[in-house]
């Protein structure tokens, strides 16, 4: 009996580790390519932004 709450706790800890992992990663991906989106047009109005500085072009 004990065993079997000890393996459901687990499992649901492992899931909700996962869905955690995988928010982030999209979150992560969302906020830099709004910045990427941001940098490109603040650029493309002649505007010099942090990124276009550490340019190594």
Do not use: D, E
Not at 2 to 30: D, E, H, M, Q, Y
Request: hydrophobic letters at 55%.
């Amino acid at each position: 009996m004990i065993f079997r709450a000890v393996r459901l706790t687990t499992k649901t800890f492992f899931g909700l580790l996962l869905i955690a992992s995988v928010s982030l990663n999209i979150a992560t991906v969302t906020i830099s390519g709004v910045y990427t989106a941001v940098s490109s047009m603040a650029s493309a109005a002649g505007l010099t932004t942090v990124a276009a500085l550490s340019s190594p072009i």
